[in-house]
């Protein structure tokens, strides 16, 4: 069936008077990146270099929650964290806790390709990116106007602390989306098959808002946030404490493998089993299927396919792709 590839920005509950200048930007960057990735794959590049290819531009993106827009942790400092693999061969790379790292994704392949390890975080992490040359900026390039506002906003409604095991300050700790939607959306992924069947995945992101510092999400951990085999590859975005609870992205996988179902029936299946509101996902199969499908009200999203389907969205309207049928795009 050809190369396929599809991105997403981040799910969430963002509402659908959302102002054109906090849409557009991201609208524009997510066709942006789909038109590289999609050249690229027509070029026969390996799905593995398209992730990272299109995996680092969103994190350049400042309208995006990684890399230079990453969100800030509640002493505010930026601590990203990213995760690619290759299906095939099963071979991933991870790191955590980054405060300098230009583009987390591309230290995540490095690890994966030169250390006998996956996942490294924080100070060892930071040494492996001094020692490998990767390019690195002063702490506060990461932390920019917008999150420093949103960081003092969910610390006034002290959001997120509803994801710790630490007592909440009344009800209003239950709510996470602030007005204008803008609370958790924007971590980014994307998950290609070349036209020679391999699969890939990458995600990176800034994790959550006001979370505690050291926190880990679901972005780095293999089978969670991020996973590929043979059969398909998924990136996940939204809770991460929830994603990493139901083992999203592997859930998918194992799914296709065990159960022998279809990438969608095995996608919507997965994210309907998640609590509400917490889980969005964009997948691609070995034959080339997409899916791009989440319990929140919205993701941003994109994707192309070599047979000519292209779709770049936000809101998904409520039920499509419920009824098994061969949308895209699927609201559960
Ligand atoms: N899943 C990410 C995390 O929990 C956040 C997101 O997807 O926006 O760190």
């Given at each position: 069936?050809?190369?396929?590839?599809?991105?997403?920005?981040?799910?969430?509950?963002?509402?659908?008077?959302?102002?054109?200048?906090?849409?557009?930007?991201?609208?524009?960057?997510?066709?942006?990146?789909?038109?590289?990735?999609?050249?690229?794959?027509?070029?026969?590049?390996?799905?593995?270099?398209?992730?990272?290819?299109?995996?680092?531009?969103?994190?350049?993106?400042?309208?995006?929650?990684?890399?230079?827009?990453?969100?800030?942790?509640?002493?505010?400092?930026?601590?990203?964290?990213?995760?690619?693999?290759?299906?095939?061969?099963?071979?991933?790379?991870?790191?955590?806790?980054?405060?300098?790292?230009?583009?987390?994704?591309?230290l995540a392949r490095l690890v994966m390709e030169r250390t006998p390890h996956i996942y490294l975080a924080f100070d060892g992490a930071e040494a492996f990116a001094r020692d490998q040359g990767v390019e690195t900026k002063d702490p506060s390039h990461f932390i920019t106007e917008h999150n420093i506002e949103r960081l003092r906003q969910a610390k006034e409604a002290n959001r997120v602390q509803i994801d710790y095991t630490q007592p909440l300050?009344?009800?209003q700790a239950q709510k996470e989306t602030p007005a204008d939607g803008n609370s958790q959306t924007g971590t980014v992924g994307c998950v290609a098959v070349d036209a020679a069947g391999n699969l890939a995945t990458a995600t990176s992101t800034g994790g959550l808002v006001n979370k505690m510092a050291g926190r880990i999400g679901d972005t780095p951990v293999v089978g969670a946030g991020t996973y590929a085999n043979a059969l398909c590859a998924v990136s996940a975005t939204g809770k991460g404490e929830e994603i990493i609870r139901h083992t999203v992205a592997r859930d998918v996988a194992a799914l296709m493998e065990h159960r022998g179902l279809p990438l969608r029936d095995a996608a919507k299946r997965v994210v309907a089993g998640a609590p509400r509101g917490t889980v969005g996902l964009v997948a691609v199969s070995r034959g080339g299927e997409v899916c791009m499908a989440h319990n929140?009200?919205?993701?941003?999203?994109?994707?192309?396919?070599?047979?000519?389907?292209?779709?770049?969205?936000?809101?998904?309207d409520a039920g499509a792709g419920a009824d098994g049928g061969e949308s895209v795009s699927a609201a559960l």
């Open positions: 069936m050809g190369w396929a590839l599809a991105l997403h920005g981040g799910a969430g509950d963002v509402p659908r008077t959302l102002p054109p200048e906090l849409r557009e930007p991201r609208l524009a960057t997510l066709r942006r990146c789909l038109d590289l990735g999609a050249a690229a794959l027509r070029d026969g590049r390996t799905a593995l270099d398209v992730v990272e290819l299109v995996v680092r531009e969103l994190e350049d993106c400042p309208h995006f929650n990684a890399g230079r827009g990453s969100v800030l942790t509640a002493a505010g400092t930026v601590e990203m964290e990213a995760c690619v693999m290759e299906g095939a061969t099963l071979r991933c790379g991870a790191v955590s806790g980054l405060s300098t790292v230009a583009n987390a994704v591309s300050k009344g009800q929140t009200t919205a993701m941003f999203r994109a994707c192309a396919t070599e047979a000519g389907h292209a779709e770049v969205g936000i809101w998904t």
